[in-house]
């Protein structure tokens, strides 16, 4: 069933299109009669295209419905200015992309302008379902885990950019009982008094070898100084070694942490993230003993596989009072069993049927049917590796009684891909408020 009934509208004028070497596509882009790109069962959506000058090349117009199938494909001609192509009645739950770019163009591409629209997203539902011992299951993997005493070793921690006067900076290791420890950067303000800091966890994006997926001293001094103060621990994702030569990295992405996101599941317990997600635990589990800490206070965040390992982290330990998920992974992998592009990772999203009693346990969406603490959720409309309706899925099965979701109708996975004609907008509607919430939470 079809979201929107389509009317379109095309002009004929001629339109010459300049192919420039840029992140995002620059003779034309499209606008939407919505600021968040959220609507409701009923609304009309209206798509223009606005048109710079000095082009010359013909366009093609598509309007894609869950990131799935397309409903139409045209080709049109365009003059300078700005065009009305299409005029839409939302029927029924669906996201919807909008493309406007060369012919061989793809979305995130710099031959294409992209604007995502999402019809009532709080009704969309999980692929899967929580299964009923998720909490067992859960509790027997952490029980195994406690058996190994925390014996958390530190060391000093470089700094290299971040003033970090009046803070105490470590590296830190906690071992596991089974693969990789523990390891992250962690800091702490000096001098303060017990139970007068909040914990934070922050978890990285998915790979091995880029600086955003490693530990950072810098950014975990950074989030140290917010509000009044507090405990971070900026973790890496798969237990690495931190602060090494950019070689170390390189032989773990092509050798050991090999296609680590999409390995062959043979059984419950033979799936990578579990030790990636009970590392989260375990860092916590250190984190509360700490004198400094509140009793009170726990904030996890991460983005994209991070915010997978916040949201899991959220859903299986009850310590975890507030999380900042920003387009969060593996959450609802299962999408297209629901009529619609799964999660990432994707070889796991086409296998939704095949591994359906093993994902479950893994799937956010599930694990945040746990949850009750306050979270913060970002999605990108034209977000194509964390779908916006696989985030909002996963949010609306969330127990919190204190949520919030956000969409942007221009932003893709990363934001470093983003329109640069939108990142304003942004960083005002959107990184403003999350800012906000972090603040206000560590105050």
């Not at 965040?301 to 915010?307: D, I």
Request: aromatic share 10%.
């Amino acid at each position: 069933m079809k979201g929107i009934l389509r009317i379109l509208i095309i002009s004929s004028l001629v339109f010459m299109f300049p192919v420039l070497a840029k992140a995002q596509y620059q003779g034309a882009y499209l606008e939407i009669n919505s600021k968040t790109g959220v609507y409701a069962v009923g609304d009309s959506i209206k798509v223009w295209a606005v048109v710079t000058p000095d082009c010359d090349a013909e366009l093609q117009f598509s309007v894609q419905e869950n990131m799935l199938d397309y409903l139409s494909r045209t080709t049109v001609s365009l003059s300078e200015g700005r065009h009305l192509l299409y005029v839409g009645v939302c029927e029924n739950p669906a996201h919807h992309v909008f493309m406007l770019g060369l012919p061989d163009g793809k979305p995130g591409s710099d031959k294409t302008s992209v604007v995502g629209a999402i019809t009532s997203p709080e009704s969309f539902s999980s692929g899967y379902t929580a299964p009923e011992d998720l909490r067992k299951f859960w509790k027997k993997q952490i029980a195994a885990m406690r058996k190994t005493p925390l014996d958390a070793r530190l060391s000093p921690a470089p700094v290299v950019k971040t003033p970090h006067e009046g803070f105490r900076c470590y590296d830190l290791e906690i071992p596991m009982h089974e693969g990789n420890p523990v390891r992250g950067y962690l800091v702490c303000p000096e001098g303060a008094a017990r139970r007068s800091l909040p914990v934070v966890i922050r978890a990285h994006a998915a790979g091995v070898k880029g600086k955003w997926c490693q530990s950072s001293i810098d950014e975990a001094i950074k989030i140290a100084k917010r509000g009044g103060g507090a405990i971070v621990l900026d973790i890496n994702a798969h237990g690495m070694l931190n602060g090494q030569p950019q070689e170390y990295y390189d032989r773990l992405e092509a050798g050991e942490l090999d296609n680590y996101s999409t390995r062959e599941i043979t059984g419950h317990e033979d799936f990578y993230f579990r030790l990636m997600f009970l590392r989260m635990v375990r860092a916590l589990d250190y984190l509360v003993t700490l004198p400094e800490w509140d009793r009170e206070r726990v904030l996890v965040y991460g983005e994209s596989q991070g915010g997978a390992q916040a949201a899991a982290l959220a859903g299986i330990d009850p310590r975890v009072t507030a999380a900042v998920l920003r387009v969060p992974a593996f959450t609802d992998v299962a999408g297209r069993l629901d009529g619609r592009k799964g999660s990432w990772p994707g070889p796991y999203a086409g296998k939704a049927e095949e591994y359906k009693d093993i994902l479950p346990y893994y799937d956010c969406a599930c694990l945040l049917t746990q949850t009750k603490a306050k979270l913060f959720v970002e999605a990108g409309l034209v977000d194509y590796t964390c779908p916006p309706a696989c985030v909002a899925a996963g949010y609306n099965n969330a127990a919190s009684k204190d949520k919030t979701l956000v969409f942007f109708p221009y932003r893709p996975h990363t934001t470093g891909k983003m329109d640069k004609r939108f990142y304003d907008r942004w960083k005002e509607e959107i990184r403003g408020p999350r800012e906000k919430f972090i603040d206000d939470y560590l105050k």
